[in-house]
């Protein structure tokens, strides 16, 4: 089992519409949690970390819930330039460690039209 | 902007080459992952280092070696290359605060082909 599960899309919307990408994760134990953003060809850049009662950042949306253990992002009023891939990232703590690594969902493509 | 850098960001290289991607950050932070990434498909980390001296396998297995001797410098090196690693490499690195893990920081990646 993955330790990051998305749903990989591709999701397709016009502009001005209201899209959610949900993220599931196996281990209760992780700590910290990520929405970053892939444009083609490019290296991914942090949106926004996503914490326990929930984070805001103009048109997106971030929360968490983990006593089911997901993650949501939601962008309103999308734009042609919100066009990219969303990857849900998370801390998962190392079998006898208290540190952890970094686990990559496999991103939700999103493309936003005219 | 993050720095982190990553050289070459684009090689083509013969067969049979012996290669090192270079990665080096200046934020001092302990933890570094090497992730390869085909186009349009997902990120795989391959490596991952937790400080100085520490060395880790990722999930997917390479034919890639890593070290860290110092704690701003992580080079992937590939002794013999093939078609097969033909990909693009990205180099990232994050810090630690207990009981989590800041958010990683991406270079611009290096793009290999091997002919």
């Known amino acids: 089992r993955k330790e990051v599960e998305q749903d990989p899309g591709p999701f397709n919307v016009p502009e001005g519409a209201t899209v959610a990408f949900n993220c599931t994760y196996s281990n209760s134990a992780s700590q910290s949690f990520f929405w970053y953003r892939q444009d083609c060809r490019k290296e991914p850049k942090l949106l926004m970390s996503v914490y326990s009662s929930g984070n805001e950042d103009g048109r997106f949306t971030a929360q968490l819930n983990r006593a089911s253990q997901y993650i949501s992002l939601l962008i309103r009023d999308s734009k042609l330039s919100d066009s990219a891939t969303y990857l849900c990232v998370v801390n998962v703590p190392d079998r006898g460690s208290t540190l952890g690594r970094l686990y990559f969902g496999r991103g939700t493509q999103l493309t936003v039209w005219p | 902007e993050a720095d982190i850098y990553q050289t070459p960001r684009y090689l083509v290289i013969g067969t049979g080459k012996k290669i090192t991607l270079e990665c080096s950050q200046t934020m001092g932070h302990d933890k570094m992952y090497w992730y390869q990434q085909d186009p349009g498909m997902e990120l795989h980390l391959i490596h991952y280092?937790?400080?100085?001296?520490?060395?880790e396998k990722g999930d997917l297995s390479s034919e890639s070696t890593v070290s860290r001797i110092r704690t701003e410098h992580f080079p992937l090196t590939l002794e013999s290359a093939r078609p097969s690693h033909t990909s693009q490499y990205l180099c990232?690195?994050?810090?630690?605060?207990?009981?989590?893990?800041?958010?990683?920081?991406f270079g611009q990646g290096t793009r290999l082909t091997v002919v």
């Open positions: 280092s937790y400080g100085v001296n520490s060395t």
């Open positions: 990232a690195s994050s810090e630690w605060t207990a009981p989590a893990v800041s958010e990683a920081f």
